[in-house]
């Protein structure tokens, strides 16, 4: 699976972005799915995780109530809409991939239980 993150930029605080996570060389529907970020000069850390078919949605509560993951098996995409960002969002935003799995609770917060991922996109929220 090839994973292709985009949609970062530079908001403002207390904008919003919507990050796009496009895969190819396999359905995605047999997957996990999950965001990571690492910000500057921090370790990588959990944002949001999705089942493999969206029946289960889980992300940190640092981002609860503000970033919201989904999925669109038939687009092959995934989603992280983020809403109220501050500047403690600043990172390089991950996508990845878990699987392939037929459990439809699967998700995970840990990242080497994922497989696959995304060369990242840089989201830069400024105050």
């Known amino acids: 699976v090839q994973l292709q993150a985009s949609g970062g930029g530079l908001v403002q605080a207390g904008g919003s972005l919507r990050l796009s996570c496009a895969a190819s060389?396999?359905?995605?529907?047999?997957?996990?799915m999950g965001w990571f970020r690492q910000a500057p000069g921090k370790e990588r850390e959990f944002v949001a995780a999705i089942t493999r078919i969206g029946s289960g949605t889980f992300s940190a509560d640092s981002v609860k109530g503000r970033f919201t993951i989904s999925r669109d098996n038939d687009k092959n995409t995934v989603y992280l809409q983020m809403n109220s960002l501050n500047p403690e969002d600043t990172a390089v935003y991950y996508c990845?991939?878990?699987?392939?799995?037929?459990?439809?609770?699967?998700?995970?917060?840990?990242?080497?239980?994922?497989?696959?991922w995304g060369q990242g996109t840089l989201v830069t929220v400024s105050s």
């Open positions: 060389g396999r359905t995605i529907s047999r997957y996990a």
């Open positions: 990845a991939a878990s699987g392939p799995t037929r459990d439809n609770t699967k998700w995970s917060r840990i990242e080497n239980e994922y497989d696959y």
